[in-house]
């Protein structure tokens, strides 16, 4: 079973839609969206509608929960500066992001082996806490169990890793992270997302068996980059896009 996942978009839509055409040509079984649709560009409801008309399973992220926070008339579209982001989006997608789920727990079974996986956006405790790569890797067995999961995926960090840490009984567990879709942070400036493949041949007891790819995808980054500049945010955001963080 090929299974993508995809995480922070923040409303950069060119990214969004380069990462869809990709992951169209990958033919994935199911794809799932851990958070924040929103923040940092000017196209929110593109994203949002999208993600709905495909009837993705998808994750409430801390920009999505700030929404929450945000009120908007028509006046407050102008001179907002950061949160004019937020004040862009209508409410029936403001609906939508505040019944998102904060985690989803699946579980795909083969042969005699299941392979029970969590999805959060931050970490299974907090939306938004930092799993990184180099996170203690006791707290990080500690989330899992806590979790009843063999594999954690998150997003957030916009830092994307495969981590594989050994138990006590020698059962590997798997950390991933997926990097960002619209807004990568690693200094790479394509958008990322994964296919995880697990099939009849993985296992918990070896280390390698199951396969992550971490797809790059190029798009148009100037055009991006141009609509915030031309947008009431922060110009800063646009240097964040040209520069990976």
């Known amino acids: 079973m090929k299974i993508a996942f995809f995480s922070d978009i923040h409303a950069n839509l060119h990214a969004f839609k380069a990462m869809l055409e990709d992951l169209d040509s990958q033919r994935p079984d199911t794809a799932y969206c851990l958070g924040d649709l929103v923040g940092y560009h000017i196209y929110p409801n593109e994203v949002i509608e999208e993600i709905r008309r495909r009837g993705i399973a998808t994750l409430k992220g801390n920009h999505d929960?700030?929404?929450?926070?945000?009120?908007?008339?028509?006046?407050s579209l102008i001179g907002k500066g950061s949160n004019y982001a937020y004040h862009l989006i209508s409410e029936g997608n403001r609906k939508y992001l505040k019944e998102l789920p904060t985690l989803i727990n699946l579980a795909f079974t083969?042969?005699?082996?299941?392979?029970?996986?969590?999805?959060?956006?931050?970490?299974?405790?907090?939306?938004?806490?930092?799993?990184?790569?180099?996170?203690?890797e006791n707290y990080v067995l500690e989330l899992l169990d806590e979790a009843d999961a063999d594999i954690l995926?998150?997003?957030h960090s916009h830092k994307p890793y495969h981590r594989i840490m050994e138990t006590t009984r020698g059962v590997f567990k798997h950390v991933i992270n997926l990097g960002s879709v619209g807004k990568p942070k690693d200094g790479d400036l394509r958008g990322c997302y994964a296919l995880l493949t697990i099939d009849n041949n993985s296992s918990l007891l070896l280390r390698n068996s199951?396969?992550?790819?971490f797809r790059r995808v190029n798009y148009d980054l100037e055009a991006s980059v141009k609509a915030i500049e031309?947008?009431?945010?922060?110009?800063?955001?646009?240097?964040a896009l040209r520069l990976g963080r």
Do not use: C, M, Q
């Open 153 to 155: 995926i998150v997003g």
């Open 230 to 239: 031309a947008s009431p945010l922060p110009a800063e955001f646009a240097e």
């Open 110 to 136: 083969f042969g005699k082996v299941t392979f029970k996986i969590a999805l959060a956006h931050g970490s299974t405790r907090r939306i938004n806490e930092y799993i990184l790569i180099d996170t203690d």
């Open 210 to 213: 199951i396969n992550v790819e």
């Open 65 to 75: 929960e700030k929404v929450e926070s945000i009120t908007t008339t028509p006046e």
